[in-house]
């Protein structure tokens, strides 16, 4: 590639064009996960849509690898890639909020916080995501689970359309009546059509919420798994709460005295009726009184953004998941042996559930497969220091292998790192070959392939 051709593509751009040596570069190249170190030969920091237009032209005149970048959030580092072009879509901030059709024009820029910082001034909120530093492209593109999913469901239920520019470098809007194959296909899909450069949200009347974690003791974790288990399949659709092994961290709201201690919990959002909520209270209190609650009214925003301070950029992750029908009294000791032994004190497991309003939406009616599981399963090794990589990655694999047998099969993209082909089509299940369709119109060249990869040769 010649200095003719660079200077043509900087010139072509509002925003900047980074390359190995220019300032800013190695900042520019990070990402979520701490231990993903890729090294790409430009990064395109776009100013508008027209700087990711001619930079997807750019990429395909000279065969150049192409990841897209949102927030940068993906557990695989899927936001950044080696020797290739990222597109990076984190200037692009624009948000509009219309009150009275309860609508949200959001450009792929935008983090969670952001989206939630313009939409509860109106009362109003998207379903979507428990981190507020998450990026909406990649979050939603996937599907989108969070403290509301199920009250709303998914991001991808709550989504009325797209603007993508294609492989070609053109411009579409997507919805339920143009390009209806391309909308039921990036809801779920991830990242393999285009790059998604703005959504239209339906934005839901959330304001403040009764939320925040409860924790019991590791020797309540088994039974507490087994009331859990039956209590959310009949819940009403206003309570949500994930399932969590952690260590307590060492600083407030919590008490000393459980500092640095292995405890199990459950962090709950009541998102209905304030009238009601005692009744929600008290029939968690009927199983076992906890030993910390939480819970509290809550403004939205803050309960998003409450794990932030926990988990800042830069932290080495290594995730794996599941899709989890049941928890068997099998599941459940694989749990408890892997739960009490986390390998260091920011390592996790969350189960989120996703029955509720999230499966009353048909598997065929989306890309997103498993509307049919009770939750979506995370095991989360985490860590500051990149010298425990290696703990947190056998933990993590040994603690999926085990378990893995007891699951529904396939996972939600955005817990997985690059596992194959065959972990994609086990997501994915009767939808992949129309989403292998859907890429072959669009993407034959397969552009779009730093992603959780849909063939469109398969």
């Not at 005149?61 to 927030?71: D, K, P, V, Y």
């Not at 529904?408 to 194959?420: L, Q």
Request: hydrophobic content about 40%; glycine content about 10%.
């Amino acid at each position: 590639m010649t200095t003719t051709m660079i200077t043509d593509l900087r010139t072509r751009l509002r925003g900047s064009l980074l390359q190995p040596g220019d300032k800013g570069y190695d900042n520019a190249r990070k990402v979520y996960n701490g231990m993903i170190d890729k090294y790409p030969a430009f990064i395109a920091r776009c100013a508008n849509v027209a700087d990711v237009i001619e930079s997807v032209k750019f990429a395909q005149e000279n065969q150049l690898l192409i990841a897209i970048r949102s927030g940068g959030h993906n557990g695989a580092g899927l936001g950044v890639c080696n020797d290739g072009l990222v597109i990076d879509l984190s200037a692009l901030k624009g948000i509009h909020i219309d009150p009275h059709e309860r609508t949200a024009w959001v450009e792929a820029g935008n983090t969670i916080g952001d989206i939630d910082h313009a939409t509860h001034s109106f009362g109003l909120a998207i379903p979507s995501g428990i981190l507020s530093t998450t990026g909406v492209g990649g979050i939603t593109l996937g599907g989108g689970l969070g403290h509301l999913t199920r009250h709303f469901g998914l991001t991808i239920d709550n989504l009325l359309e797209a603007e993508i520019i294609l492989a070609n470098g053109s411009y579409v809007k997507t919805n339920a009546r143009d390009y209806p194959d391309l909308f039921w296909a990036i809801r779920g899909g991830g990242g393999n059509f285009g790059v998604v450069v703005a959504f239209r949200f339906r934005l839901q009347p959330v304001s403040t919420v009764i939320a925040g974690p409860m924790l019991w003791e590791l020797t309540e974790a088994a039974n507490l798994m087994r009331w859990y288990s039956s209590y959310i399949r009949t819940a009403p659709d206003e309570v949500n709460g994930f399932f969590a092994f952690m260590t307590v961290p060492p600083g407030p709201p919590f008490p000393e005295h459980l500092h640095g201690k292995k405890m199990c919990g459950i962090v709950w959002c009541y998102s209905g009726e304030p009238a009601k909520a005692d009744s929600f209270l008290q029939s968690i209190h009927s199983f076992s009184p906890p030993a910390l609650d939480l819970v509290g009214p809550i403004p939205l925003p803050t309960l998003q953004s409450m794990f932030d301070p926990l988990y800042p950029p830069g932290y080495s992750w290594y995730w794996k998941g599941d899709f989890i029908n049941e928890l068997t009294d099998e599941a459940i000791a694989i749990h408890l042996k892997y739960g009490a032994g986390l390998p260091t004190p920011l390592s996790t497991m969350h189960l989120y559930p996703i029955n509720g309003a999230a499966s009353r939406i048909g598997n065929n009616d989306t890309a997103w497969n498993y509307r049919n599981a009770t939750w979506a399963m995370v095991i989360a090794g985490v860590d500051p220091d990149p010298e425990n990589d290696k703990l947190i990655t056998t933990w993590a694999r040994s603690y999926w292998e085990a378990l893995h047998p007891h699951s529904a099969g396939g996972s939600y993209i955005n817990f997985m790192m690059e596992e194959g082909d065959d972990r994609i089509k086990a997501t994915y299940g009767d939808n992949y070959p129309r989403l292998v369709v859907v890429k072959k119109k669009y993407d034959p060249a397969n552009l779009f392939c730093v992603n959780q990869n849909i063939n469109p040769g398969a």
